[in-house]
């Protein structure tokens, strides 16, 4: 269990840190920063057992690692990967842009975690420990969830941004609610002159629509993120999942128009194609499914940007629920997200949906707050 420590976890943090770094933080610095609102000590509990700990300095931006160490008994056996994971997820959740360490030029086994994770090597600083030993400093910056979904949706939309607001829309696709909105502030002067729209008018938000227009839709969707290594997965089974493929567009097609026929024939035809434009032909969007035997029965969207990847409309047809299928599909894209080189792991739910749970328990963590009012005039 990660928990954040108490003044009982003292001594034996000042232990654990003797023996695995030759210094500590002391018992009274320790005993300080229990009422400091910028430290954030994290330890590592099994059994009863401080096993590992990880102090962290932040400023509500950047979060500095100061200390950050496992019991030799139990380290190569993830349980630095774990801490080091919960930390940063909790962190960036709470605002934190960037983190920023030293390690000893000598110790290999932390700065290939820190490398794992995607810190970069800024600067060294000569002779900075007590045995005149250099410390290699290292930071990562975090990529922000909104910085994410601007690129997604340009994948599919393009973008006008005028002095009151910012138009998005799919010249390919006009039907579609999510293409095809404005970003401004929760103002009705500035909604109002963009209210009269031939077919429906939506608006994302930061903040819940408090103004006097007419709208007959609310939406309240949580941004979720954590490190690709801090993600469990909650079962198993070994369903086969494969990427879609150009050879896969016929039966491809027949899924997802059946999928969004609900919406209308015409625009099940129109979505679909544009699905397929952009994950097949210009390969900007990767789909991967999940099958039972050989029928699909399940898919998610994988958007990577940078060194972070961002997944989108999950979905597990309603008689293959809690079976274990989307776990499957998760573990499946998360493994092959690892080989890519990904770190960071965003994806959106709406805030009634059922995955909403999944994804906490999973380890995501929320890290904004969108929403969305529209109106459809016919």
């Given at each position: 269990?990660?928990?954040?420590?108490?003044?009982?976890?003292?001594?034996?943090?000042?232990?654990?840190?003797?023996?695995?770094?030759?210094?500590?933080?002391?018992?009274?610095?320790?005993?300080?920063?229990?009422?400091?609102s910028?430290?954030?000590?994290y330890?590592?509990?099994?059994?009863?057992?401080?096993?590992?700990?990880?102090?962290?300095?932040?400023?509500?931006?950047?979060?500095?690692?100061?200390n950050?160490?496992?019991?030799?008994?139990?380290?190569?056996?993830?349980?630095?990967?774990?801490?080091?994971?919960?930390?940063?997820?909790?962190?960036?959740s709470?605002?934190?842009?960037?983190?920023?360490?030293?390690?000893?030029?000598?110790?290999?086994?932390?700065?290939?975690l820190?490398?794992?994770?995607?810190?970069?090597?800024?600067?060294?600083?000569?002779?900075?420990?007590?045995?005149?030993?250099?410390?290699?400093?290292?930071?990562?910056?975090?990529?922000?969830?909104?910085?994410?979904?601007?690129?997604?949706?340009?994948?599919?939309?393009?973008?006008?941004?005028?002095?009151?607001?910012?138009?998005?829309?799919?010249?390919?696709?006009?039907?579609?609610?999510?293409?095809?909105?404005?970003?401004?502030?929760?103002?009705?002067?500035?909604?109002?002159n963009l209210?009269?729209?031939?077919?429906f008018?939506?608006?994302?938000?930061?903040?819940?629509?408090?103004?006097?227009?007419?709208f007959?839709?609310?939406?309240?969707?949580?941004?979720y993120?954590s490190?690709?290594?801090?993600?469990?997965?909650?079962?198993?089974?070994?369903?086969?999942?494969?990427?879609?493929?150009?050879?896969?567009?016929?039966?491809?097609?027949?899924?997802f128009?059946?999928?969004?026929?609900?919406?209308?024939?015409?625009?099940?035809?129109?979505?679909?194609?544009?699905?397929l434009?952009?994950?097949?032909?210009?390969?900007?969007?990767?789909?991967?499914?999940v099958?039972?035997?050989?029928?699909?029965?399940?898919?998610i969207?994988?958007?990577q940007?940078?060194?972070?990847?961002?997944?989108?409309?999950?979905?597990?047809?309603e008689?293959?629920?809690k079976k274990?299928?989307?776990?499957?599909l998760?573990?499946?894209?998360?493994?092959?997200?690892?080989?890519?080189?990904?770190?960071?792991?965003?994806?959106?739910a709406d805030?009634?949906?059922?995955p909403?749970?999944?994804y906490?328990?999973?380890?995501?963590?929320?890290?904004?707050?969108?929403?969305?009012?529209?109106?459809?005039?016919?």
């Amino acid at each position: 269990m990660i928990r954040l420590y108490n003044k009982k976890d003292i001594p034996s943090i000042v232990a654990l840190e003797k023996d695995t770094l030759g210094t500590t933080l002391g018992s009274a610095m320790l005993e300080d920063n229990l009422s400091n609102s910028m430290s954030h000590f994290y330890v590592y509990e099994d059994k009863n057992e401080i096993i590992g700990y990880i102090s962290i300095s932040f400023d509500q931006e950047q979060g500095e690692i100061l200390n950050f160490c496992v019991n030799k008994r139990y380290q190569h056996k993830g349980i630095g990967t774990k801490i080091l994971a919960y930390a940063m997820n909790i962190l960036h959740s709470k605002g934190a842009k960037s983190f920023i360490l030293e390690v000893r030029e000598s110790n290999r086994g932390a700065i290939s975690l820190y490398e794992k994770f995607g810190f970069k090597r800024i600067s060294l600083r000569k002779n900075y420990y007590s045995n005149n030993e250099n410390a290699l400093v290292y930071l990562k910056e975090m990529i922000s969830y909104k910085e994410v979904e601007e690129a997604y949706i340009l994948a599919f939309c393009k973008k006008e941004v005028h002095e009151d607001y910012i138009y998005y829309h799919d010249d390919e696709l006009k039907t579609k609610y999510y293409h095809n909105y404005y970003v401004c502030k929760n103002d009705d002067h500035v909604m109002e002159n963009l209210y009269d729209r031939e077919s429906f008018v939506q608006f994302d938000l930061e903040h819940p629509y408090t103004g006097k227009l007419k709208f007959s839709d609310y939406e309240y969707e949580i941004e979720y993120h954590s490190s690709i290594f801090g993600l469990h997965v909650l079962r198993n089974n070994t369903y086969r999942v494969e990427k879609l493929k150009e050879c896969d567009s016929s039966w491809a097609y027949e899924y997802f128009y059946k999928d969004t026929l609900k919406y209308g024939e015409e625009y099940a035809k129109e979505n679909t194609k544009r699905i397929l434009d952009v994950c097949l032909k210009e390969k900007k969007t990767d789909y991967y499914f999940v099958y039972d035997m050989n029928k699909p029965v399940g898919f998610i969207e994988v958007f990577q940007y940078k060194d972070a990847a961002k997944l989108e409309n999950f979905s597990i047809l309603e008689e293959y629920q809690k079976k274990g299928y989307g776990s499957c599909l998760f573990n499946h894209v998360l493994n092959e997200l690892k080989t890519l080189g990904i770190k960071d792991i965003y994806l959106t739910a709406d805030y009634e949906d059922t995955p909403k749970v999944m994804y906490e328990r999973m380890g995501f963590t929320m890290v904004g707050r969108s929403y969305q009012v529209r109106e459809v005039f016919k």
